[in-house]
């Protein structure tokens, strides 16, 4: 049974940083893409960032910059480190490790921004 969990959010200050992770079972990471996903209520789940499985990673404009995605394949885990948190990043935050013909994703955490 594959499973992906994703820790780390919390309440964070406006210019404050988080480290998300998402650690799988089941699957082994890297042999898929594995992305980062976000969603505030009332708005559409968006595209965050993407580590490729070549190695290279990808970033949503509204991010670059600010957020670093990482492997660590020996943990089976992906990383999302956020700096410079703005209120409008705040959002449940999920991890997705897809290939062909597989899409896993994970229940999510909350990040808020607040002072």
């Known amino acids: 049974q594959v499973q992906l969990v994703e820790s780390g959010g919390g309440l964070v200050q406006p210019g404050g940083s988080l480290r998300l992770s998402c650690v799988a079972s089941?699957?082994?990471?890297?042999?898929?893409?594995v992305d980062w996903y976000r969603q505030a209520p009332w708005k559409k789940r968006e595209f965050i960032a993407s580590a490729t499985l070549g190695g290279g990673i990808n970033y949503a404009d509204s991010v670059k910059g600010r957020f670093t995605c990482s492997r660590d394949n020996a943990k089976n885990t992906v990383h999302l480190q956020m700096n410079g948190l703005k209120p409008e990043d705040a959002a449940v935050y999920y991890c997705?490790?897809?290939?062909?013909?597989?899409?896993?994703w994970g229940q999510g955490t909350q990040v808020t921004v607040s002072s």
């Open positions: 997705n490790a897809w290939r062909a013909g597989e899409d896993y």
């Open positions: 089941g699957i082994s990471f890297s042999n898929y893409v």
